[in-house]
């Protein structure tokens, strides 16, 4: 008895393994396995985020804009989104105020943004480097609380340009205010050949002599001839090399090193290019264009 039973438990043992065996045989080989979803899904996978990456760093660089997924909440919004206005002279043109920064990024595709340097770090006797951020701090009983601030110029070299500045706790949301705030202040411009000695006859300056004020702080933009470049402060250059300025001299009075106040008075006087009245004649003579040149 005691030999059958150790038989029968030979048997319960060895028919496991047979059927363990016979599950490994009927299996396919790892290899096959492992290049099966190589071949197919994890490559059309890897494809797909590189085209992803490769979109969204061209949408960062170029700053496009998709006008499908956008939900307009203005009646201005909806006509632009429809295309019953397709322009923005029209817009400007009718002084209708622009309350959403994307009615900007349908009608002028190709603005460039740029941050000015408004602020500027810790230094031994104010000698710190400039920075785009301006930083100032609260004090409280929980302890320091700081803000940042920051300057926004957006244009399409070619007659139109805004500026804006944004302040925040953080540093993103104050850009994104600025660049927001500066498409909705956009405005155009009048270029011309106003230099008496040039007469060329292309855009290239302004037409003639303008002045603005912000403050204490006076700026005068003079009309220069070809090749003169932008005689005027750094940041103003880069507010009127957005606008499509390209020679200017300037003159400046009050307490410029407020920085601020020197920047809204540059573009007070690019206001002011277009509260002038000209009749057809000198218009012709000063080769005068208002807004893109196409």
Known sequence: ?????????IEKTEEPNAIEAAKVEDLPDEEALIEKPKEGLDVELGEVKELEEE?????KKKGLFEKETWKPKTSLGMKVKNGEIS???????????????????????NLTTDLLMV??????????????FKQTQKKTQEGNKPKFA???VIGNEDGYVGIGYGKSRETVPAREKAIRQAKIKIIKIRRGCGNWRCGCGDAHTVPFKVSGK???????????????????????QKILKLAGIKD???RTDGQTRSK?????????????????????????????????SK
Not at 119 to 132: H, I, L, P
Not at 219 to 228: F, M, R, Y
Request: proline share 4%; net charge neutral.
């Open 87 to 109: 322009s923005i002279d029209y817009v400007l043109d009718k002084r209708i105020k622009i309350l959403e920064p994307e009615i900007v990024d349908a009608l002028v595709p």
């Open 150 to 152: 920051t300057f926004a």
């Open 55 to 59: 979109i969204v760093e061209e949408i």
């Open 248 to 250: 200017v001299w300037s």
């Open 119 to 132: 602020g500027q770090a810790k230094g031994k006797f104010g000698g710190g480097q400039k920075r785009v």
């Open 1 to 9: 008895m005691a030999k059958k039973k150790t038989e029968e438990k």
């Open 260 to 292: 601020l106040n020197l920047l809204y008075a540059c573009f007070e006087a690019l206001q002011r290019l277009m509260q002038f009245k000209l009749s057809d004649k000198n218009q012709e003579i000063l080769s005068v264009i208002e807004g893109s």
């Open 214 to 236: 912000a403050g204490s702080v006076e700026i005068t933009l003079i009309p220069a001839p070809k090749g003169t470049g932008l005689i005027v402060e750094k940041e103003c």
